[in-house]
């Protein structure tokens, strides 16, 4: 681990000391709630759209959890503005690894994915496709 991974470090305990982007949005396109029973994570994604229903205008997120979890809500809603539902859709943990920019040990992935997660499963209920109350990162 060089300094690199340090500068990354940092990076993942700034977005968790002041995450970006948190609240919640008065009235989104969509929302959704998701939670990581082993870790205690809960995270709520909200998201707008554009007009064109498609291309993520604003998404914030809501919860609490450890610093992994946390940090990756963080990122991601700076990473998603502008981009579309289909871009969100072809995401996968490997994006959210290489966003965080550390390596993540396997008992924390759940942890680092939960609000990609989270917010993938929003947007399948918001175009119908799928229907859960809670998105679970356990198994």
């Known amino acids: 681990m060089g300094i690199g991974s340090d500068m990354y470090r940092q990076q993942i305990l700034d977005h968790y000391k002041n995450p970006r982007n948190y609240g919640e949005l008065d009235d989104p396109t969509f929302s959704h709630v998701g939670e990581n ?68 040990s396997p008992m924390r992935i759940k942890c680092a994915v939960l609000a990609e997660k989270v917010v993938q499963d929003g947007a399948k209920i918001y175009e119908g496709e799928l229907d859960v109350e809670t998105t679970k990162t356990e198994e």
């Open 37 to 104: 029973p082993s870790c205690g994570d809960t995270i709520k994604m909200d998201v707008a759209l554009a007009d064109d229903g498609e291309t993520i205008e604003r998404v914030v997120f809501s919860g609490d959890g450890c610093a992994i979890s946390q940090a990756s809500a963080s990122m991601l809603t700076s990473k998603l503005q502008g981009t579309t539902l289909a871009e969100l859709e072809a995401m996968d943990r490997d994006d959210v690894v290489d966003m965080l920019g550390v390596d993540i």
